[in-house]
């Protein structure tokens, strides 16, 4: 009774409602009080050109905000953007939905997309996420087939197929073997190999703890992320959908109160307008809209509450959070002579160390999350180089000898969208705060799977319900009903 409760708001497309490309509207009319504003300002526009007219130049508005959007996107990284792009090719009639993405961070010096090692695995455990990586390598190795801008350039991914090699000591050997089993059902090509079977393919590989090692012969590796976020930028500018650089510091709503199934009494909310702080300014401008996306990664949890999800008694649906918060991590890029050479794949150690070539030049990035105990303030962006020496490198140069002499020449930290709940992303609508879908906390895998998030988003929105993955197991209401969504291979 109670699941069925929870899906209230879900199951019909916003278009399906009216809500999108209709319902608002306003966009294209206005009150008689607003027309009259418009002459107004036309008169005044003539006069000043007209000979002996006062010149008054006129108030430059265009850093704005439109007045009116359909759906807001809160976050203007890959995820966002993804959503962005499968809504307007999604959608029909051709523009039909207004589309705004607001973005605080207009050079994503923060963001988590241009921080990120790139890599893209179909090694995980839970087969939707198998799914969303053989659905997003497919978009990223036909990248300009969705992506081309007529008169621009086109875009070079710089995939590369070098696969991943997850290792496995004694006591997680039986579940990398559960593991591929289900990879390979969900079509991915990965190979078990023996510590024999190493040794011969990568000699310089040391195998002493290794009882098994699982390789991706294929669509696994690593892509330049900056490529990806600038080519969805580009390209969903040239459909139409408008960017704003700001912040999103409220939400208004409105409320009714209905009852589940089992009695229980819940406070449906229902958003109608953003208010969005602009760049470097005190002003801001109010956005009415029929729905909002949160896909503002390391800040959604903050968004969420600005919404009112969680504000309520504990224990109850509405008392439930949105459990995703800032995560720091630390890449650490460095140089060995006598490194491993082109074939390296993408290695990830037992101990959770890992490492990829970076370039043709011996260069290579590492890192390794963690424990809950050694979890870094996230209130800023330094590196912990400590973390290399105690943590990193013990681990890899035991694994790879060869980097006992290595060098380290720079370092960065970047944010995970942390789900504390599973480290699964959320992807679906709110099932109080109705039209306020999510699009987050993928914990550290959010940039492979964007192309395909993206679309089962726009899916939910335009028709209410996924169509091409089904992931309502990452639906909001996991949360209150204690259901986790459990994923071995969280890196």
């Known amino acids: 009774?109670?699941?069925?409760?929870?899906?209230?708001?879900?199951?019909?497309?916003?278009?399906?409602?009216?809500?999108?490309?209709?319902?608002?509207?306003?966009?294209?009319?206005?009150?008689?009080?607003?027309?009259?504003?418009?002459?107004?300002?036309?008169?005044?526009?003539?006069?000043?050109v007209l000979p002996g007219g006062a010149w008054n130049p006129p108030y430059d508005t265009s850093y704005l905000p439109p007045e009116h959007s359909d759906v807001v996107i809160v976050g203007g990284g890959v995820i966002g953007l993804s959503v962005?792009?499968?809504?307007?090719?999604?959608?029909?009639?051709?523009?039909?939905?207004?589309?705004?993405?607001?973005?605080?961070?207009?050079?994503?010096?923060?963001?988590?997309?241009a921080l990120s090692v790139g890599g893209i695995r179909q090694q995980f455990s839970v087969p939707e996420?198998?799914?969303?990586?053989?659905?997003s390598v497919e978009f990223l190795r036909n990248i300009n087939e969705?992506?081309?801008?007529?008169?621009?350039?086109?875009?070079?991914?710089?995939?590369?197929?070098?696969?991943?090699?997850?290792?496995?000591?004694?006591?997680?050997?039986?579940?990398m073997e559960s593991n591929v089993k289900v990879q390979r059902q969900e079509g991915a090509k990965v190979c078990l190999m023996s510590p024999e079977q190493l040794r011969n393919k990568f000699p310089w590989i040391n195998t002493e703890g290794v009882a098994l090692a699982s390789y991706g012969m294929e669509y696994e590796g690593w892509f330049d992320p900056w490529c990806l976020l600038q080519g969805l930028?580009?390209?969903?500018?040239?459909?139409?959908?408008?960017?704003?650089?700001?912040?999103?510091?409220?939400?208004?709503?409105?409320?009714?109160?209905?009852?589940?199934?089992s009695g229980e009494e819940v406070t449906l909310k229902r958003i109608h307008e953003v208010h969005v702080k602009i760049d470097r300014s005190l002003e801001y401008q109010p956005v009415e809209c029929a729905l909002v996306i949160n896909a503002a990664g390391a800040w959604s949890g903050q968004i969420a509450e600005l919404a009112g999800v969680g504000k309520g008694p504990p224990g109850t649906l509405q008392g439930t959070k949105l459990p995703v918060e800032r995560r720091k991590r630390y890449v650490y890029l460095w140089h060995c002579p006598q490194?491993?050479?082109?074939?390296?794949?993408?290695?990830v150690d037992a101990?959770?160390?890992?490492?990829?070539?970076?370039?043709?030049?011996?260069?290579?990035?590492?890192?390794?999350?963690?424990?809950?105990?050694?979890?870094?303030?996230?209130?800023?962006?330094?590196?912990?180089?400590?973390?290399?020496?105690?943590?990193?490198?013990?681990?890899?140069?035991?694994?790879?000898?060869?980097?006992?002499?290595l060098k380290v020449r720079s370092a960065w930290a970047g944010y995970y969208d942390y789900n504390t709940f599973d480290q699964n992303g959320v992807v679906g609508p709110h099932p109080l705060v109705v039209n306020m879908y999510f699009a987050t906390g993928?914990?550290?895998?959010?940039?492979?799977?964007?192309?395909?998030?993206?679309?089962?988003?726009?899916?939910?929105?335009?028709?209410?319900?996924?169509?091409?993955?089904?992931?309502?197991p990452f639906h909001f209401s996991r949360f209150y009903l204690g259901e986790k969504v459990q994923e071995h291979n969280i890196i």
């Open 1 to 48: 009774m109670l699941r069925r409760a929870l899906q209230l708001g879900l199951g019909r497309g916003l278009l399906g409602r009216g809500l999108l490309g209709r319902g608002l509207g306003t966009h294209r009319g206005g009150s008689t009080l607003d027309q009259n504003g418009k002459v107004s300002e036309i008169k005044k526009k003539i006069q000043s």
């Open 84 to 113: 962005a792009y499968w809504l307007k090719r999604l959608e029909k009639p051709r523009g039909a939905i207004r589309v705004l993405v607001v973005e605080r961070d207009h050079t994503y010096s923060q963001a988590s997309t």
């Open 129 to 135: 996420n198998i799914q969303l990586s053989l659905f």
């Open 146 to 175: 969705y992506l081309a801008v007529v008169d621009d350039p086109p875009l070079d991914i710089q995939f590369n197929p070098s696969g991943y090699l997850l290792l496995a000591s004694e006591k997680g050997a039986a579940v």
């Open 233 to 261: 930028r580009r390209k969903v500018q040239s459909m139409g959908v408008l960017f704003c650089h700001g912040e999103v510091t409220r939400f208004v709503s409105s409320s009714s109160h209905t009852e589940t199934t």
């Open 339 to 347: 490194g491993p050479g082109l074939e390296t794949p993408f290695i």
């Open 351 to 405: 101990s959770g160390a890992y490492f990829r070539r970076e370039g043709l030049g011996n260069n290579y990035l590492g890192g390794c999350s963690p424990t809950e105990e050694e979890e870094p303030d996230p209130g800023n962006l330094e590196v912990d180089h400590d973390f290399f020496q105690d943590k990193v490198w013990p681990p890899l140069a035991q694994r790879v000898p060869a980097f006992e002499t």
């Open 442 to 472: 993928f914990s550290g895998h959010g940039l492979q799977q964007a192309p395909a998030v993206g679309r089962a988003v726009a899916e939910m929105v335009l028709d209410g319900h996924f169509q091409t993955i089904n992931l309502s």
